[in-house]
Every structure is written in C-alpha cells, then in structure tokens.
C-alpha cells in the first residue's frame, strides 16, 4: 500500500511564496514521474508540474519562471516552491505519483488574494 501525504499550502497574498510537500510512503520500489496538478472548483484537473525519475522537469506555461519542483529521493518526497503567486494561481494542489500505478495525494488549498 503506497500512500501520498501532502503539506503547505494555505493562503498568501499576490506576490507572496508557498511551498508545498508531498511524500510517498509504502512498498515503494520505483518512482517513476511525479507531478502536481491544480483544480479549480468546477474545472478540470491541469497540470503544473513534472519531474522525472531522471530530474528532467517540465512546467505550464503559465508557472514558468515563478514554480520550481524538485525532489528529494531519499526521503520519496516532491516539493513545489511556487513564488510570485498570482490569484489565478488559487485552487486546490494535488500531487501524482507514477509507481506503475498511479497514486494521488489528498490535496491541498492555495488561495492567493490580490
């Protein structure tokens, strides 16, 4: 059983910074992608972010310059540091792992207000 817990998130004003967290745990034998996807209420979920099992790392256009994601494999864990935060970039933040399964982490707010 292989579980994604997510931390951070919560409420900043534009222009302000967040860092969010997600661990994996469990019978983890590789992780391959890991991502983190935004929903806002009533629309679909978009991604934001990719890091490979490699380290390669790729962005919506719309994040680009302002998020980084990075990983730290030992601890199984993804980060997502997102500075200069608009209010568009208000939702709920999930995390993806790709374990050969998928997994989802629980998800967690981010409310920037301008």
């Known amino acids: 059983q292989v579980q994604l817990v997510q931390s951070g998130g919560g409420l900043v004003q534009a222009g302000g910074s967040l860092r969010l967290s997600c661990a994996a745990s469990?019978?983890?034998?590789?992780?391959?992608?890991m991502r983190w996807y935004r929903q806002v209420l009533g629309k679909q979920r978009d991604l934001v972010a990719t890091?490979?099992?490699?380290?390669?790392?790729n962005y919506a256009d719309s994040v680009k310059g302002r998020f980084t994601i990075s990983k730290d494999n030992a601890k199984n864990t993804v980060y997502l540091q997102m500075n200069s935060l608009k209010p568009e970039d208000t939702g709920v933040y999930y995390c993806?792992?790709?374990?050969?399964?998928?997994?989802w982490g629980q998800g967690t707010q981010v409310t920037v207000s301008s």
């Open positions: 469990g019978s983890i034998f590789r992780i391959n992608d």
């Open positions: 993806y792992a790709d374990l050969d399964y998928e997994y």
């Open positions: 890091i490979t099992s490699g380290g390669s790392t």
